[in-house]
């Protein structure tokens, strides 16, 4: 078959050792841009960038796309311990998979998700070789009602989200919306919500949010609570037991298939995988009620999402060469200063770069499942340093993330801000993570609305008239009466109760 | 105090100012003694990037010093042009500025708290980027720009075309170009170039204008058509696609700049010294090869010609933005 004879030629070439050294080097640097809070792929890309002119494009490019994927395996591992996403991709993490390490099983929790992400990525390099072409057509049909309806869908999913009560999530997400539409409307120009602060005209910076939220919340929470360890149980194992992998197999599945789908639409990539994963993950248990209390499948299926996302999200760059976000916005900078037109013809006019990068993504991965394995019981030990020297280190890290991605000092204050926000918010019995979903969805859902409404010169119909508008659309309702049907019976029992 | 105590404060303070300006006079002459830092109001990797990175290595070796990239993107570039016009003029901070950034945006914001010409030094411009009307020919089969002007006048206002933002230089020159044309279509502005490339090739917009270095790979691919470029000359790199001039519009122009700019008050003799050593990279035939190589021209002028140039496309944008009804708050 043309395909495999395409791949050994691939790894012919990504085995040579100049490339597998760039390939670990990406790998290496990815784990620990990863673990660090904050400290992320976009700046460090951006800082390696000078190095790399200097070098092969195609080891150039290696070398990039590992540390890319290597940062979804390292953010996993600071948001099971320290409850901190490493990496903004593994902010949904934290939720399930903090609340293992609690109980004693961060070892297991740290092994799904390396061999999660490890199987996510051995799936999403064939999807890369072998369905490049449909994907692409998925990309390149998608138009902005369609986009809207999938939005949509993600926002309805939002609610799902939640572990308590409804109102309070729908709440959340309404909070969340507003704040994501901070900035400059695309449409008209005006500034909505800004007051005057001109560091917010591109909207709130997700990462300086996001780390207020979770990690500097917790780190508040822990000291307000214990003033020294937080309470974490011995670690009982360093591997998943049996109940822990069967439970883990499935959610790993369907993890990589939605990442391997989300990743590819523009905008999407890892982020968006896997905050979708764990909302289906959790709509399809059986036990919806574990998840926020050390889930497995909390763990197996996001981490498996963001991977095979992170992934999947070089189709349309390797494709089309359109990059669908700030990372692979980079590469393709780095291909173009090295003489390379991203385009359509990639595959055919330079063949070697292509499936040089598609193999050498698979041998990535099992460098990093090499290096992260051995490396959980040290993570684990982690866990033993006083909490009262941790948070330093961890407070530390989070400023310097939420400077590193706009240079911004303003963004370090957002933090904050968004720290006291996320320490106060459980004490009202409110949960961060549907706000965060509606502010990733808001900007997009109300750029694709208002699009479609020019495009369609006003009329409604348009949301109705393409059929994948209209059928995530349909989903979404259904969706909604599923969740408001029970408690609206509930009510309703309630009242003839009385 | 004793009237001799004041003589000798004064002399020393006399001796203060002579040493400083002498110091200042020294600072010009062995300029640059530390890292450069260069803003951009645009993030890592975009098109101003590649050019910035193209050039940084043969800059630092003509300077002597290490060049920091400094990303302060946001209000399509005036964060960064505040920071830098509010700099100190030392020779140590400079910005990447643009056409947007120092023309467009003058009249497109309604309020800056700075002067793009009157807090600015300018150095030197580095390239010309020349836009180009790219066609989706499944959506305006069109073959030159003159067919393309007759079949969206059969058809007024029914064809979108996209932009990389409201205010952009690819919206606004293509506004000017409609009304140049006098062809009347909705204006539907994208988050970026890739996303408004994504909605050409799946047909929600026809066309649009697109800094040719975004298009160069749906070009070669046929998936996209270039049918006229907005310079006054032809792109070397493309020679068979005429100019809109030529094609259909004798006299049209619209073409953007990237170039080099400091805080007001700079020292002449840093500036004579940046502006040489720019010269000198524009002139290294492998750095203009590499520039051709995604369709940019390499344009150099003296710092004060650039300072006229700024003065006149600020006027010119002034219009097109006027025209065009365009507003950012």
């Known amino acids: ?498 | 105090m004793s009237v001799s105590r004041l003589a000798s404060l004064s002399r020393i303070g006399l001796a203060v100012v002579v040493s400083a300006l002498f110091c200042g006079a020294a600072a010009a002459q062995s300029w640059p003694t530390k890292p450069i830092t260069i803003v951009q109001g645009f993030p890592a990797g975009s098109g101003l990037d590649i050019i910035a990175r193209i050039i940084q290595a043969p800059l630092e070796k003509e300077l002597g010093t290490t060049i920091v990239f400094d990303y302060k993107a946001g209000a399509g570039g005036n964060l960064a042009s505040e920071i830098v016009a509010k700099a100190a003029p030392d020779g140590y901070t400079f910005i990447f500025g643009t056409a947007g950034t120092h023309g467009i945006n003058a009249s497109l914001y309604k309020k800056l708290s700075f002067d793009v010409e009157s807090d600015f030094t300018p150095i030197a411009p580095i390239v010309d980027v020349p836009n180009v009307i790219t066609v989706n020919p499944k959506v305006v089969d069109a073959k030159d720009v003159k067919e393309f002007i007759e079949i969206i006048k059969k058809q007024p206002g029914k064809q979108n075309y996209g932009s990389s933002g409201n205010g952009a230089s690819t919206h606004l020159g293509f506004a000017q170009f409609n009304v140049a044309a006098g062809i009347d279509m909705v204006h539907i502005p994208y988050k970026g170039s890739p996303a408004a490339i994504q909605a050409m090739l799946n047909g929600e917009t026809c066309c649009q204008f697109a800094q040719l270095q975004t298009v160069l790979g749906q070009h070669k691919a046929g998936t996209l058509r270039l049918l006229g470029m907005s310079t006054s000359k032809r792109v070397p790199l493309l020679p068979d696609i005429p100019t809109i001039a030529e094609a259909a519009i004798p006299g049209f122009e619209s073409v953007t700049w990237y170039g080099m700019l400091g805080p007001k008050g700079l020292d002449p003799a840093i500036v004579s010294k940046f502006n040489a050593a720019i010269k000198a990279v524009l002139e290294d035939k492998e750095v203009v090869a590499k520039l051709a190589g995604i369709g940019n021209a390499v344009r150099y002028e003296t710092a004060d010609q650039f300072r006229a140039t700024i003065k006149k496309d600020r006027a010119q944008w002034a219009e097109v933005v006027k025209k065009s009804g365009a507003t950012v708050d």
Not at chain 1, 107 to 117: D, E, F, K, Q, Y
Request: charged share 10%.
């Open chain 1, 1 to 498: 078959m043309e395909l495999f004879g395409q791949l050994a030629y691939g790894f012919e070439l990504a085995i040579t050792p100049q490339n597998l050294l760039f390939c670990f080097l990406g790998a290496l640097i990815g784990t620990l841009v990863g673990v660090l809070p904050g400290l992320g792929p976009v700046a460090t890309i951006a800082m390696l960038l000078p190095i790399t002119f200097t070098l092969p494009p195609v080891a150039a490019l290696i070398m990039l796309a590992g540390l890319y994927y290597g940062a979804q395996y390292g953010g996993s591992t600071t948001a099971i311990l320290v409850n901190i996403p490493g990496e903004s991709s593994s902010v949904v993490t934290c939720l399930d998979g903090h609340a293992m390490a609690r109980k004693g099983r961060a070892g297991a929790a740290l092994a799904i998700a390396a061999l999660g992400s490890f199987f996510a990525g051995t799936v999403a390099t064939f999807i890369i070789a072998i369905f490049s072409a449909p994907m692409v057509w998925i990309a390149s049909t998608f138009q902005s009602p369609d986009y809207f309806g999938l939005m949509i869908f993600g926002l309805i999913a939002a609610v799902v989200l939640a572990q308590g009560s409804v109102v309070r999530s729908i709440v959340m997400v309404l909070v969340g919306l507003v704040l994501g539409l901070v900035g400059t409307d695309i449409t008209t120009g005006q500034s909505r919500f800004t007051f005057g602060i001109p560091q917010l005209s591109e909207g709130i910076s997700f990462v300086a949010l996001a780390m207020g939220l979770f990690g500097v919340g917790e780190v508040i929470s822990n000291l307000a609570r214990t003033f020294g360890k937080p309470e974490v149980q011995p670690v009982t194992s360093l591997w998943p037991n049996r109940e822990e992998a069967r439970r883990a197999t499935p959610a790993v599945l369907r993890g990589t298939a939605i990442g391997s789908l989300l990743g590819v639409l523009p905008g999407g990539g890892a982020l968006i995988a896997s905050f979708g994963a764990y909302v289906i993950e959790k709509k399809w248990s059986k036990r919806p009620q574990e998840f926020g209390n050390g889930a497995v499948e909390g763990v197996a299926a996001p981490e498996a999402a963001n991977n095979a996302g992170a992934q999947t999200s070089f189709i349309p760059l390797l494709t089309l060469g359109l990059p669908s976000n700030a990372v692979m916005a980079l590469m393709l900078a780095a291909m173009t200063i090295h003489g390379i037109v991203p385009g359509p013809k990639l595959m055919v006019e330079r063949p070697d770069l292509f499936w040089a990068m598609i193999a050498s993504m698979w041998i990535g991965n099992l460098m990093l499942v090499i290096i992260n394995l051995p490396l959980i019981r040290l993570w684990v030990m982690l866990l033993n340093v006083p909490y009262r020297y941790l948070y330093l280190a961890i407070l530390i890290f989070c400023c310097i993330g939420a400077y590193s991605v706009n240079n911004s000092t303003f963004d370090v204050m957002v933090m904050a801000l968004f720290g006291v926000v996320g320490y106060l918010l459980p004490k009202i019995g409110c949960e961060p993570a549907p706000l965060i979903l509606g502010v990733i969805l808001a900007p997009h859902i109300e750029e694709n609305f208002r699009r479609s409404l020019v495009v369609s010169r006003g009329s409604w119909w348009i949301f109705l008239e393409r059929p994948v508008c209209a059928g995530f659309l349909l989903v979404s309702l259904l969706f909604m009466l599923a969740v408001l049907l029970p408690s609206i019976r509930k009510g309703r029992e309630e009242a003839f109760r009385e």
